[in-house]
């Protein structure tokens, strides 16, 4: 499950990385989903793959 400091990291690097740019909001809605939808033990699938990226790069250790 996400942690606060993954959560944290994640949101920092979408934001350094995308804050500006008109895909913006997309990207961080379907981080906000694909977190929940991680959370729950259901598959990514759908979901933007710049965020799934972002969601892998973040996730908690086993």
């Known amino acids: 499950m996400f942690q606060k400091e993954n959560v944290e990291a994640l949101f ?4 350094q ?5 008109p895909d913006f909001d997309k990207v961080s809605r379907a981080a906000h989903l694909g977190i929940a939808l ?3 033990g259901r598959p990514l699938k759908d979901i933007d793959p710049r965020a799934v990226s ?5 996730k908690p250790s086993a």
């Open 12 to 15: 920092d690097e979408l934001d």
């Open 17 to 21: 990385e995308w804050r500006g740019k």
């Open 38 to 40: 991680f959370d729950a």
């Open 54 to 58: 972002l969601i892998e790069k973040h």
